[in-house]
Every structure is written in structure tokens, then in C-alpha cells.
């Protein structure tokens, strides 16, 4: 990849958001070792692995949902604390949870707004005017959304995803986390989110997407970081590698250059699970 | 039932099929079936033992009787609602009553006298003595609520350990004496003729109720209007407003239908100049005992703190996925303690109550109201699973099981045959309410 146009023409901003030297250990387990990763404005990083490479818990630390051992983050270039998820909101970074993190028992307006409440001058809740927002966010995402005083209990699949993205766009994030975003979703609501993707980076937001789905994330970023037990094996550009490069990296915690003849005969042997 | 929906239709949140059918136009009223289910229920309840008992139960005098005797578990079934739907729990608070009477009762007949110098019956004494008593409630509900939140040892344990530890501190209290001779002012918050609010009062009361139940219906279809939000139709608007508002008016015309002892009151008259009594002696609404005005204004209280501030959202919120809550970003901690902060407050109003029913305190005071507060709020709808339960539900709760204890034993069945009924249809109730949830979503 180097020597190519794209990649230097990206490193010569500052990124929206960079972590570097990220350590965290979960007893002896290292689950996240030295890994420094970046996401610019109007583009999407496709952070892929298998089961256990750490890639949920690496957005954990940015999302401020469980502090790094070790590492910084820098904001648009500045060095920033992230402790708790309060901190990270307040650097305009939002996440979409693979569970979505919804409290069932609170309607869609509730659930936008957890933690963010607007309040009248009494310091009531101003429900008017939280399902007042969040029916104009709906509008955008899930046109056919009807139950905003339901308990999110009663949704379906597709309706909670849409509350949960709408609480992460609402609020004017910068950063946007996208954990499994389509995993529990049919054909038609996956193509919604898949749009909804492009769009948000077209109007300028950094972008990353954790998925199983090596399609997906072929289809919608613009580089891709690959996590191998822990490490990050690399961040490639998506037009100078193919998918079987990808898988590669996936499945060998090499990078292309790195693979040698012995590896690949030793997949043809095991053959190589996918995804 | 309610996947129907789940199609979306396209404007619209009431599915029009429905319509014409009760249970449809009950839908488009927006009432929460449960509370109506359960006021249904009180009134069979009710109905049934008046039958029952030869038309005897259902009159003013017994009703007031019966509204006092369930108003200290209410109170206190309103904060343990917050607590259960926190996915938390309280054993102490029969012992926190405990602790809190007798600490009135030492307040007022030792150290006010002995130690401030103050006389008995010292206006105002009885502030001062309740301040205190919500002051120690409130500071023992957060000591257990830090330990809890903060610490991080189950609630379980740590109001399990209060129970005892609180009942022991109650004996060191008085030395094992029970205490008598209240401040006659305070002695009104049990209630009786003299601590009532009096006929005009409670007309008064009604009135600005039903005034605000008008007010706030029509505030809120106006604030849906103007956001284009769909609305009740104008039909269920008249029925909730007319329903509301008769209930209210027909509770102070009952309770208005009380009257003070005639004794009493000819003895008043006499000491008021009244002149001559009128044919059948002087007669004196009692209207609303105090009791029942504080179970009042801690219901509007503790709902309007459950639905319309954050700190209730947040309770809900950690309720239903304590995850969801942190991830939010919300301080749950300081959320659930604050929960027992409230709870130590609502127990010291209810140890007001009882002490001064009682005119003092004695060491059992309070004793195994955990189990009937919990009873409350669990029949009443709240949920053990965490993040279901409402203020009024657990009100109705406190009702129903008391409306049951004492038309039992208005009908002559013992106290023994009043604990097999009342644990039966705590079960039962927490069973349909299990199968109709598994049904219905």
C-alpha cells in the first residue's frame, strides 16, 4: 500500500480521532495490546477479527464504556481523558451497541435521550419536546416508525436498531461506533443501515464499523483495520487488497507481504472457516 | 395482542379496527389497565364484604377507619416501588419505623424538655420533632443506600442487617421502656375527629383536584396539538375528565359524611358558644383525617418525582438494563442511593403517623411492615425482574391488602384466617399478572 495516493494524501490531516498504544488486560488475559488506530472526517474504518480479537473491547475504551490500562487519545489532534461514557459524549463520540443497550421498559423518546434529558425551566422532564425530536430523527431513519409511546419491549428487531442509531446521530456526533450494526437484522433493514452508513459519512462524520461481515465491510469503508488476538496486524486501504487478503489477515494475523507459501498450504489443509 | 401493530400502519397510533369493542375504547382512553384492573378489583373487594357483612361495611366512618390503617404502609409502598423497580430491596423499614416513633416519643417527652428546654406543647414543637425524625430517616436510609450502591454489598444483606441492627437500636433508645405522651399538636397526624381537616377543607381540596384534573388534561392535549402529535379522541378526554372528577367529588362528599362523636363535638360547641344545638345535636364533618391528606400529597409527591424528574427516569432506566443506564452515562450509584434516602424519609413519615395514633411508641412498633410494604407494591404491579412498577399500582396494592384484612375481620374471621387470605392473593395476583404478561408480550 505504500506509495499509493490515497493513504498519504489521508495521512497528511489530522485525524478526527486517534487512540495510540492502547493496553487492556482483563485479569492475565491481554485483550488489547499496543494498538494505535485512527478514523478521519468523511470516512469509514472497517475494524474487522475473529472471536476474541478485541475489537469490541478497543471501541470500549473510546466509547469511555471501560478505560485502557495504558494509551492515549487525541481528538482532532488534542490529547483527551475519556474515563466513562459521559466523557466520551462530550467529545461528540457516540456509539451503537451490538446489544443496543436500550432500557426496555422506556419508549423510544426515553431511550434517545437517556442520560440527556431535556428538561422544562422546572427541571421536569419535556417529554413534548423529546418525542418531538426524536419523530424528526425517526422520519429520517425509519419512515413507517409509529410507536413512540410504546416500551422499546414491543419493537421489533429493525425498530430497536432505529432508536439506537437515532440516539447515536441525534446529538450531533462526530464519531460515530458501530458494533455489529446489521447482526440481528433482515435483508431489508441491513440495506436501510447500509445506506444510512454512507450517508452520515457523506456528511462528514468518522466512522467505526465492527462486523462479522466481511462484505459489509468491503461495501462500506474506506480502510480497513485488522485485529488478531489482541494486536492490530494492520490498517489497509481498501483498493490495494482483495478480500482473500483480508481473510488473510483475519485468519493468519499476517499482512499480505508477510504470508508465506508454508501459511497458505497450511490453509488449504485446514480449510479456512470464513467470516 | 399488541405485535398487531408491528406492521406499522401508516398514521395513526391507535389501531381504528378496535374501536367499537370495550377493551378497544378502553385502548383509546390511554388508561393503564393494570390500575384499572386493580381499582375494579378494591371495589369487588369492597362490595363483596358489604354484602357480606348485611349491607354494614361500605359507610363513611368505616372506610376512614380502614384508609388510616393502610396509609402507613402506603407511604412507605411508594418508595419501596422506586427500590424494587431498581432491582433492589428494603427489609429495614419496619425497623427504621421503629426507630424513627421512638424517637419521636424521646424527642418530645425527654430531650425537648429535659435537654432544650423546651415546654410541652411548645408551638411549632411537633416541626421541629418531625424535622428530626426525617432528618435520622433519611440519614440511616443513605448510610444503608451507600453500602449498597457504593460498597456494592447486596441490598438483601445490608437491610437484612439493618433490620436487626436498627430493632436493637431501638430497645437502647427508651432501655426497653415504652414511651407514652406525645405533643398534643402532633398527636393530629394519626388522625381521629380533632386531627381531620374539617368539612370545608376538604370540599376545598376536591374542588382544586378536580380543577386540576381538568387543567392538566386539557394542558396536555393542547401541548400534543401543538407539537402534531395524534391525540385521545375528544370522547375518552370528556369520560377521563367527568370519571376523575366525580371520583374525587364523591370521596369528600363520603368522607364529608363522617362526623365528629357527638359528645365531642356538643362539648365543643359549649366551649365555642355555639348557642343552642340544633334538633339532633351539633353535627361536625370530619372530612379528611390527616393520615389520609399526607397519603395524598406523598402520592402526588413520590409519582411526580417517579415520572416527570430525571431521578425517576433514571431509576426506570437502571430498572430495565442497568448496562443501558451506565452506558448512558448516568451516575446509577448516586441514583440508587438516593432511593434509600427517600425511603428513610417515607418511613419517618409513617413512624409519625403510628406514634401518634399510638400516642407514643413501644419497642414493636413497625414490626414485619417490610413484608406488608413488599406485599403492597408487589400487588400492586411492581415487578422483581426490575424496571416495572408504578406509585399508584403500589397505593392501590396497600388498599387492596388492607381492604381485605379488614373486611375479613369486619366479618368475624380472625387475624391468623386474615394472613392465610392475604398470602393467597398476593400469590395469585403475582401469578395472573405473570400470564397475562407472558401472553400479551
Known amino acids: 500500500m505504500n506509495g499509493e495516493e490515497g493513504p498519504v494524501a489521508v495521512a497528511e490531516r489530522t485525524p478526527l480521532v486517534e487512540m495510540r498504544g492502547i493496553n487492556v488486560a482483563f485479569g492475565g488475559v491481554h485483550a488489547v495490546r499496543d494498538v494505535s488506530i485512527d478514523v478521519h472526517a468523511g470516512e469509514v474504518n472497517g475494524l474487522v477479527g475473529g472471536n476474541g480479537a478485541g475489537k469490541s473491547t478497543l471501541m470500549r475504551v473510546l466509547s469511555g464504556a471501560h478505560p485502557a490500562d495504558s494509551g492515549e487519545i487525541l481528538v482532532e489532534g488534542h490529547e483527551v481523558s475519556i474515563k466513562n461514557p459521559r466523557d466520551a459524549k462530550a467529545q461528540n463520540i457516540e456509539t451503537i451497541y451490538q446489544t443496543l443497550a436500550l432500557a426496555d421498559n422506556i419508549d423510544a423518546p426515553g431511550n434517545v435521550f437517556l442520560g440527556r434529558e431535556l428538561t422544562t425551566p422546572w427541571g421536569t422532564l419535556a417529554d413534548g419536546s423529546m418525542e418531538d425530536a426524536t419523530r424528526k430523527v425517526m422520519k429520517r431513519l425509519n419512515p413507517n416508525f409509529t410507536r413512540f409511546k410504546q416500551p422499546v419491549r414491543s419493537l421489533s428487531g429493525g425498530q430497536r436498531q432505529a432508536v439506537a442509531i437515532a440516539?447515536?446521530?441525534?446529538?450531533?456526533?462526530?464519531?460515530?461506533?458501530?458494533?455489529?450494526?446489521t447482526a440481528a437484522l433482515g435483508p431489508a433493514e441491513t440495506a436501510q443501515v447500509r445506506d444510512l452508513v454512507r450517508q452520515l459519512k457523506e456528511e462528514g462524520l468518522g466512522i467505526?464499523?465492527?462486523?462479522?461481515?466481511?462484505?459489509d465491510v468491503f461495501d462500506l469503508s474506506d480502510r480497513i483495520s485488522v485485529m488478531y488476538h489482541g494486536r492490530l496486524v494492520g490498517t489497509v486501504d481498501k483498493t490495494s487488497v482483495t478480500t482473500d487478503d483480508i481473510l488473510g489477515m483475519i485468519i493468519l494475523g499476517k499482512r499480505p507481504e508477510e504470508v508465506t507459501q508454508k501459511d497458505l498450504a497450511e490453509l488449504e489443509l485446514g480449510s479456512a472457516p470464513v467470516s | 395482542m399488541a405485535n398487531v401493530a408491528d406492521a406499522a400502519p401508516v398514521?395513526?397510533?391507535?389501531?381504528?379496527?378496535?374501536?367499537?369493542?370495550?377493551?378497544?375504547?378502553?385502548?383509546?382512553?390511554?388508561?393503564?389497565?393494570?390500575?384499572?384492573?386493580?381499582?375494579v378489583a378494591l371495589a369487588a373487594i369492597l362490595l363483596g364484604f358489604h354484602l357480606w357483612s348485611g349491607g354494614k361495611l361500605i359507610q363513611p366512618n368505616n372506610m376512614i377507619t380502614l384508609a388510616v390503617q393502610a396509609a402507613g404502609i402506603a407511604i412507605i409502598a411508594t418508595g419501596m416501588v422506586l427500590v424494587i423497580v431498581s432491582r433492589n430491596i428494603d427489609l429495614s423499614v419496619g425497623s427504621l419505623v421503629g426507630l424513627v416513633a421512638m424517637s419521636y416519643a424521646v424527642l418530645m417527652t425527654d430531650w425537648f424538655p429535659h435537654i432544650f428546654g423546651l415546654a410541652p406543647d411548645t408551638p411549632f414543637l411537633w416541626v421541629l420533632a418531625l424535622a428530626m425524625g426525617i432528618g435520622i430517616g433519611a440519614a440511616i436510609g443513605g448510610l444503608?443506600?451507600?453500602?449498597?450502591?457504593?460498597?456494592?454489598?447486596?441490598?438483601?444483606?445490608?437491610?437484612?442487617?439493618?433490620?436487626?441492627?436498627?430493632?436493637?437500636?431501638?430497645?437502647?433508645?427508651?432501655?426497653?421502656?415504652?414511651?407514652?405522651?406525645?405533643?398534643?399538636?402532633?398527636?393530629?397526624?394519626?388522625?381521629?375527629a380533632q386531627g381531620s381537616i374539617g368539612g370545608t377543607l376538604t370540599w376545598a381540596l376536591a374542588l382544586v383536584g378536580a380543577i386540576a384534573i381538568v387543567a392538566i388534561l386539557i394542558n396536555s392535549r393542547r401541548q400534543r396539538r401543538r407539537y402534531g402529535f395524534p391525540v385521545r379522541p375528544i370522547w375518552a378526554e370528556i369520560v377521563l375528565g367527568v370519571a376523575g372528577c366525580a371520583a374525587i367529588i364523591g370521596v369528600a362528599w363520603f368522607a364529608n359524611n363522617n362526623f365528629w362523636p357527638q359528645g365531642l363535638a356538643d362539648r365543643v360547641a359549649a366551649e365555642q358558644g355555639w348557642g343552642p344545638a340544633p334538633e339532633g345535636g351539633w353535627k361536625i364533618p370530619t372530612g379528611?383525617?390527616?393520615?389520609?391528606?399526607?397519603?395524598?400529597?406523598?402520592?402526588?409527591?413520590?409519582?411526580?418525582?417517579?415520572?416527570?424528574?430525571?431521578?425517576?427516569?433514571?431509576?426506570?432506566?437502571?430498572?430495565?438494563n442497568p448496562d443501558a443506564a451506565e452506558l448512558a452515562g448516568i451516575n446509577t450509584r448516586w441514583t440508587i442511593l438516593k432511593t434509600y434516602v427517600l425511603m428513610g424519609i417515607l418511613c419517618a413519615l409513617a413512624a409519625a403517623i403510628v406514634s401518634a395514633r399510638l400516642n407514643g411508641a413501644s419497642l414493636d412498633i413497625g414490626d414485619t411492615y417490610e413484608l406488608l410494604v413488599i406485599s403492597a407494591a408487589v400487588i400492586g404491579g411492581t415487578s422483581f425482574a426490575g424496571g416495572i412498577g408504578t406509585i399508584p399500582g403500589a397505593v392501590l396494592g396497600a388498599f387492596v391488602m388492607y381492604s381485605l384484612k379488614y373486611g375479613l375481620s369486619f366479618v368475624g374471621v380472625n387475624s391468623p384466617g386474615q394472613n392465610i387470605v392475604v398470602g393467597i392473593v398476593l400469590v395469585v395476583a403475582v401469578g395472573l399478572d405473570t400470564i397475562n404478561r407472558r401472553r400479551g408480550t
Do not use: C
Open chain 2, 288 to 320: 379528611f383525617p390527616f393520615p389520609i391528606v399526607l397519603l395524598i400529597g406523598v402520592t402526588l409527591a413520590m409519582t411526580w418525582i417517579a415520572t416527570r424528574r430525571k431521578f425517576g427516569r433514571y431509576v426506570y432506566a437502571y430498572g430495565g
Open chain 2, 144 to 192: 444503608q443506600g451507600f453500602i449498597i450502591a457504593y460498597v456494592g454489598v447486596p441490598s438483601f444483606i445490608v437491610t437484612l442487617g439493618g433490620l436487626l441492627t436498627i430493632r436493637g437500636l431501638v430497645w437502647y433508645q427508651s432501655s426497653g421502656a415504652a414511651v407514652n405522651g406525645l405533643d398534643r399538636t402532633f398527636l393530629l397526624i394519626g388522625g381521629g
Open chain 1, 208 to 215: 467505526f464499523l465492527i462486523s462479522h461481515d466481511i462484505h
Open chain 2, 11 to 39: 398514521s395513526g397510533q391507535v389501531e381504528p379496527p378496535a374501536r367499537r369493542s370495550v377493551p378497544g375504547m378502553l385502548a383509546q382512553t390511554e388508561i393503564d389497565l393494570r390500575l384499572f384492573g386493580m381499582v
Open chain 1, 167 to 181: 440516539r447515536a446521530v441525534h446529538f450531533n456526533a462526530k464519531v460515530l461506533i458501530m458494533d455489529e450494526p
